[in-house]
């Protein structure tokens, strides 16, 4: 979130990092060294998708994040059960099982619910570790290798489905997706939403969608958080202040149609995004990219442009570094090292200081 400056009138910027709890490499004392930090986005992960979060397991969390002397008010992510994409009958029961995960956050004080839409697949690349040409290595999606790809061979390895489904629970699931076109899976985000968010309003929490990722369909499957028109029809399902958005430069950037400074101004004049994620990506042909640092000319987003829009909207929400390389011969989670996200931190941190403090001098320059 950001915390108002009243000395200069300004808007210090407050940057969250995302930890993956006690399994996590990161640990938090090495987060808090990173400047400019000041809290943890994070979730409960042994948790089975669509089972309650309980209160001790939430306070548990915040808890141990707050005695490292960081803020932890963001979840990034609340799970949406499959059953509930699909728009099953046993939706009913995930769904108030999720109001009550809500109910509970909300009174421990997390503000904010990250989650996102997209059948089977989370974020998907087609390779892990790709080499750069500094021998970094980063995520990497190939149009090509996707499309040639059967997700029932067990040739991929992806985060958030091949640790949880056998090829035959993966097969049952693409069956039942069959029946499932982008319309449908719309009807089933607004049932959804229809019955979370008066929750989330009830418990002050935001609700902030991320996008698909990447924001085109794979493996014939519907994905429709992708763009523009997708946002404004999704802010539309419930006109809610409490139904937004997580803009992710990296998912929504990757489309160059997306133009996300300029999505941020728009949505953002309309109170709707919740969290921000910044991440630079290259894109090197159709529906091909590679991940980059965050710097700006590493990629194909302006990265001075997007924190500009942000500071203009004086946006009031948690914003982090999203994916990083893996510098300096760092082994772990991909696209969630220490070194490069840290680097990215501070690099976002210094693009903020730079934007107040011109606006400040501008200001000065008035008086005079």
């Not at 209160?55 to 002397?69: C, D």
């Not at 021998?135 to 790809?149: F, I, Q």
């Not at 404004?232 to 489309?255: A, F």
Request: include cysteine; charge should be negative.
């Amino acid at each position: 979130m950001f915390l108002e400056n009243k000395e200069n009138g300004g808007i210090t910027l407050e940057m969250t990092f995302r930890w993956y709890g006690d399994s996590d490499p990161v640990t938090l004392d090495k987060i808090r060294q990173i400047p400019g930090v000041a809290g943890i986005v994070s979730a409960i992960y042994d948790v089975p998708v669509g089972e309650v979060w309980t209160m001790e397991r939430i306070l548990t969390l915040k808890h141990q994040v707050e005695a490292q002397g960081l803020k932890c008010e963001v979840i990034e992510s609340v799970p949406v059960h499959e059953d509930i994409k699909l728009g099953l009958a046993s939706r009913e029961e995930y769904i108030a099982n999720y109001c009550t995960t809500i109910r509970n956050l909300g009174k421990a004080g997390f503000t904010t619910i990250c989650y996102n839409f997209m059948p089977v697949f989370d974020w998907t690349r087609s390779k892990l570790d790709y080499k750069l040409a500094d021998g970094s290595t980063a995520l990497l999606y190939s149009r090509e290798t996707v499309e040639n790809m059967n997700p029932l061979t067990g040739e991929l390895s992806l985060p958030g489905w091949d640790a949880s489904y056998t090829k035959e629970d993966m097969k049952v699931l693409l069956e039942q997706y069959q029946n499932v076109n982008e319309e449908k899976l719309w009807e089933n985000l607004q049932y959804f939403l229809e019955r979370v968010i008066p929750v989330a309003e009830q418990a002050g929490v935001k609700m902030a969608i991320h996008p698909d990722d990447p924001p085109w369909s794979i493996f014939g499957l519907p994905r429709i958080i992708k763009n523009k028109s997708d946002l404004e029809r999704l802010i539309q399902l419930v006109d809610s202040p409490n139904n937004g958005i997580t803009l992710c430069s990296g998912s929504l950037g990757v489309n160059p149609e997306n133009q996300v400074a300029a999505l941020i101004r728009y949505f953002g004049k309309l109170g709707r995004i919740h969290f921000g994620h910044c991440r630079n990506i290259k894109i090197t042909g159709k529906n091909c990219f590679e991940e980059s640092s965050h710097r700006s000319d590493d990629g194909s987003l302006d990265m001075v442009d997007i924190m500009q829009a942000y500071h203009e909207i004086g946006f009031t929400g948690p914003i982090r570094p999203d994916h990083g390389r893996m510098i300096w011969g760092e082994t772990g989670k991909p696209g969630y090292g220490l070194y490069d996200r840290a680097l990215g931190a501070v690099y976002l941190n210094g693009i903020w200081e730079t934007l107040e403090k011109t606006k400040g001098a501008m200001k000065n320059e008035v008086t005079v």
